[in-house]
DNA sequence: AATAATATGTCAACCATGTTGACATAAAAA
DNA sequence: TTTTTATGTCAACATGGTTGACATATTATT
């Protein structure tokens, strides 16, 4: 359990998001428009975690920088569904370009098998002890 | 690599600090401080990799809760290290009893393949959705 | 058609927690 | 004796979150 714990402090410290102006919530909220598509505002919200107030004000920025289009559902007009641009898909990719390296190399160093990449990535942090 | 950060989410979803009134740096500090035997408070902070005016004002108050105890190294009397005091044991048990149980539910549903349990945990993460 | 429920947006007040930079002390190293 | 290291603490400030009240548009219910 402590392997789970570890290797994602080294798995979040890859990213560096201060770069890019972004914070942790808007973080998570391009990467989960960007993997599932097609939510709803309120499901995206509920899946968070966080307060309507906190999401909206994140997700206004996020407009702003037209880094993120709300779509009216039709069915359904109270609905929005959100999507990344092209700028954000750019971006959310820029984010997480440096992670998916470090990660893929570990994943080649040890044959794709899961639990040495996690022990692999919890040592990693474990060891910026002797540094 | 979504799967890594879907199944944290879920992961960390399983502990409900605010019940035992430890924020996530407390948290991340008695988790270390447990699972390292013996590191000097300076290599625990850079491990947590916080200011050393939040690492202190969290470990003051861990220390006055006497979860944790500091103590002085003989060899080198500027250096102090961190144990947790019985409470603080007993304590971090029961923070992590919940999490414990569900992964080691997951871990035998799926024959203890990390692979498969990191995506049943990612799986479950995206799914509060249907909720 | 009238009323209730749902999905969303926004504000103000407040709170929790973190950072930075300056300063301080005791012990060890040079 | 001087410098460096490991630690502690303060004040000022920044970031980001929560809560509760209120508002609007749209859909569902009666």
């Known amino acids: 359990m402590s392997t789970i714990f570890f290797a994602y402090q080294r798995f979040s410290s890859m990213i560096d998001l201060k770069k890019y102006n972004l914070n942790k919530n808007q ?9 599932l598509n097609i939510a709803s505002i309120g499901k995206i919200q509920k899946l968070l975690n966080i307060s309507r107030q906190a999401f ?14 709300e779509v009216t559902s039709k069915k359904d ?3 929005k569904t959100l999507e990344l641009t092209e700028k954000g898909i750019e971006l959310n990719n820029k984010v997480n ?8 190399a570990i994943f080649d160093r040890v044959n794709n098998d899961w639990e040495k990449a996690m022990i692999e990535l919890s040592k990693e942090y474990i060891n910026e002890l002797d540094k």
Chains 1, 2 share one sequence.
């Not at 973080?27 to 993997?35: G, K, N, Q, T």
């Open 56 to 69: 909206n004000v994140n997700l206004r920025e996020l407009v702003e920088r037209k880094l993120v289009n």
């Open 27 to 35: 973080h998570r909220m391009i990467y989960l428009v960007a993997e």
């Open 77 to 79: 007009k109270r609905i």
């Open 97 to 104: 370009e440096e992670q998916k390296k470090e990660i893929e």
